[in-house]
């Protein structure tokens, strides 16, 4: 299956169901009084994290995700059905955010545990019937509400491994070699740089019944934080590791070999410092290779704790399995500190906002006044003057008159417009 950590879809969740007139039809009672349902509430988009998913491929395929909308309400006061909730499965590691038109992106969740979910995009309320609307001097009233247009999203999907140890080094160090001795996986391995295109998952057993998972983190160059070799798509990988191995080619001459190391280390340092901070073991790879027991010797008077490991005859690959399990035992669990989105609380004057376009045009924004020209019937005339009476309530008008609105003006409140007047 091909690996993929990275996806960018679009959610919409169903829309609330409209509410509707309707009147009490009863033998012997005349006149029957309102009895319109309300609409059902419209279905929420969840995702879900599971462990039987190891990629995002299956967003490569279908880009489009909608929740059932609830349905209309009923005479004698019956409520519509509501919307079945839709549950999307991703991996385990997979980070979401989500921008709305016209927004900035946000960041929702860190699904990193099997099981765990989140609330994707919110379906729309059920619109009232018009049972709501009756009063001692409006005994009839011919009003209902729409329902409210469920939440729409483009969401961003970000696969982040979830590994104890991860495998760095540069091109051709061994490192997918290393993880084809130590656990059940097979990389492709051949000669030449940037073979491995994709991290690659291993579990490695420590004994009957303690393992842990290891990942080979494809080769990493200079500039891999601003992405050369496609290294910003890797380096992101190592964040959720316990543990670091980082692995020197021992085929290279000491020199160069400790130029790898600062350079590596480098790179991790300005995609993010705290990597720095995780247990990591240096070795040298290649150990059956006379020039790399001679450069571990050099190493290990500046890195007293250096291990060197031959793939090829498993010299200190269990010494290392075992080092490497000590550190796990030992680090914390990772975390990904991703802020959450900011909370602004508007006060009844800043409930709304009006800007005037270009063309002249007064746009209203506001959650309050957004959701109420949705849920007007603007096709009753008392819908219609309920509408009015509350954008009055709340000073929209007011405010209208403050910026120079004068009749025949065009005013925009969400997907609808009027002239006012």
Known sequence: MQFIDEATIGVAAGNGGDGIVAWRREKYVDKGGPA????GAGGSIYFEATPELSTLVEFRFKRKFHAEPGKAGGTSNKSGKGGEDLVVMVPVGTIVYRRAEGKAETFVADLARPGERALIAKGGRGGLGNQHFATSVRQAPRIAYNGEPGEAYDVRLELRLLADCGIVGVPNAGKSTLLSVVSAARPKIADYPFTTLEPQLGVVRVSDDESFVMVDVPGLIEGAHEGTGLGDQFLKHVERTRTIVHLLDGAKPFEEMLADKETIENE????????????????VSKLDLPDARA???RLRERFPAALGISSAT????RDLVYAVWREIKDAPMPEIVTPPPALIELTPQEAF????????????AGVRVERLAAV???????GLARFERSLAKLGVEKRLRELGAVEGDTVRIGYYEFTYS
């Not at 995609?271 to 073991?281: A, S, Y």
């Not at 498993?314 to 690959?317: L, Q």
């Not at 005037?356 to 209203?364: I, L, P, Q």
């Not at 007007?376 to 008392?382: G, I, L, M, Y």
């Open 36 to 39: 319109g349902g309300d609409g």
């Open 268 to 283: 991790l340092r300005l995609w993010n410092p705290r990597l720095l901070e995780k247990p990591m073991l240096v070795v």
């Open 295 to 297: 450069s571990l010797e």
């Open 314 to 317: 498993n010299e200190g690959v």
């Open 353 to 364: 906002t009006i800007e005037r376009g270009r063309d002249g045009t007064f746009v209203v």
């Open 376 to 382: 007007t019937n603007f096709d009753s005339d008392e």
